[in-house]
């Protein structure tokens, strides 16, 4: 797979701060004159380029490692000590995986197949893919769906957040028609929210420290937005409390529990406590009509989820293996495909040419007569091509890209294309 590679940082090889300064790899692949094509994928926990670069790889991903040092301010030197850089065909490998949620921070979290997506759209947008890249990506996508509806990598809920609301679920069966509160707007409230809105939830809210945090999250998800001063009425209306601060202190007093829970009839209240140290007072747990969990609950369910998500891996390594050798073929394809269009592109001047002549020997001809002469000069140019140009494509997608190319210069005179 000529000139593939990919080049990434992440949270197990660079520390977040080098992460953070570096945003994304994108910038600075477009002044690299060895890169044909380039897309970018970004996430919390990656940031990658991956790119299509020209002849001899390594000077080319050199002058790539320069460019992105460059335009990133980074030295060269500290940029290689984190970088981590896949080539040819473990590039798909790498990419499949991803997509799989493999190589996610959570096993077969569905996410990054979004992100991958979101991707590929963007450079696509921006025009830096070519029939390359754009080939590995939709790919890889195609080895994400499969991943998740062939095997049970992501059947079972495997964050805190999802497990939450599977917790909740448990007790006041479907959730879409209850009323959802998220107590923290941080990384795990986040995710809560985006949990919920998942499922369908109508109703949610976000109760955070600052009014100001809490509507412009509340903002992004279309829920109602609550400081802590008002627990009182928020926990009152809901149905599910899902708490996610940083608090050392618990921010849900058994006394705030204890109001809520006046007046209501027959509406039990599920909370759970995603925080440690805990959030909400274990004494509220007692309150009449309350059902409290805390990790300790989510954490056996965790880790059945876990489990058999980890059964799961073995059939989501051979999808991604079926799919990396199907690329594979198709890439290898891809490579002889300039040369077979140039081959079409003499053969169509030749029969322009020859045409030319024969209807200027023959003079005087009725338009019908020339039109007929023009379809058989291309029926007879498609058809003597057409089995020659199938058998090259199979022949380069088995492997032998390079002997094919040589032998369609030698045998018609074409000069070698430069790119895809």
Known sequence: MHGLVCLGLSHRTAPVELRERIGALGPGA????????HAALQTCYRVELYARLTSGLDDARDEL??????????????????????????????????????????????EILGQVREAFEAASGAGT???????LFRSAIGAGRRARSETAIGANPATASSMALALAEGMLDDLRDKRVLVVGA?????????????????????????????????????????????????LHVADVAVTATSSEA???????VRRAMADRVDRPLVLVDLAVPADVEREAGDVAGVRLFDVDDLRAGLDDAMAARLREVPKVEAVVEQEVEGF?????????????????RQAESIRVLELERALADVGDVDPAVAERMDHLSRTLVKRLLHDPTVRARE??????????????RDLFGLSAPSDL
Do not use: M
């Open 129 to 135: 893919v070519g029939p390359g890249l754009a080939l």
């Open 328 to 344: 594979g073929r198709r890439y290898r394809e891809l490579e002889v495909e300039p040369l077979l269009s140039e081959l079409r």
């Open 250 to 256: 618990p921010v849900v007093s058994v006394d705030v």
């Open 186 to 234: 941080g990384r795990i409230g986040l995710q809560t929210l985006k949990a919920a809105e998942g499922r369908g939830i109508a109703w949610i809210a976000v109760a955070n420290r600052t009014r100001a945090r809490a509507q412009e999250v509340a903002a992004r998800f279309g829920a109602t937005a609550h400081d802590l001063g008002e627990l009182d009425d928020a």
């Open 30 to 37: 477009e002044r690299c004159p060895a890169v044909l094509e």
């Open 395 to 408: 022949r380069a997608g088995a492997g032998s890209a390079d002997e094919i190319a040589d032998a369609v």
């Open 65 to 110: 490692v320069d460019a992105l040092s460059s335009a990133h301010g980074v030295s060269r030197d500290l940029l290689l000590d984190h970088l981590y850089v896949h080539s040819g065909e473990d590039v798909a490998r790498h990419l499949f995986r991803v997509a799989a949620g493999l190589d996610s921070l959570v096993l077969g979290e569905a």
